[in-house]
């Protein structure tokens, strides 16, 4: 299970990062930004909590508390949102990688029920759900 897009001041995990962290990347292409989104907004729901996160910033609710998989990431709602909201924000090299090799095809994410399963368990231990 690999985590990817998660911040600290929303998830307080090991594999999150600081939120001054993600702007420390040169201007992502408009295409790279368009793309990502499409494919993060089109993952298979993981895990979903009661509630919504808030923006760092001003505090409007930006997306519900859950969390998408493609099988081989996952990735929380707020993800898209600061992807969109901050075109330099610092996006994983191998998540990139991996969404670039399979041509940012979101319509081939297909996992089993077992799997997501799985993965919830795994996600769920990880956040003290």
């Known amino acids: ?10 998830n307080d995990i090991v594999e999150s990062v600081a939120y001054e962290s993600i702007f420390f990347n040169v201007k992502n292409n408009e295409e790279t930004i368009i793309n990502t ?21 001003n505090g409007d609710l930006i997306a519900p508390n859950s969390y998408y998989t493609d099988g081989s990431y996952i990735w929380p709602a707020y993800f898209s949102y600061y992807l969109k909201k901050y075109p330099n924000y610092k996006i994983d090299a ?19 029920d077992k799997f ?13 759900y």
């Open 37 to 57: 989104t499409n494919y993060l907004n089109n993952g298979i729901l993981v895990l979903a909590w009661m509630g919504y996160f808030k923006d760092l910033d």
């Open 1 to 10: 299970m690999k985590l990817v897009g998660f911040i600290r001041e929303h």
């Open 94 to 112: 191998e998540f990139l990688e991996h969404l670039t090799h399979i041509s940012f095809n979101y319509h081939k994410i297909k996992i089993s």
């Open 116 to 128: 997501r399963s799985e993965l919830e368990r795994q996600l769920s231990e990880k956040m003290r």
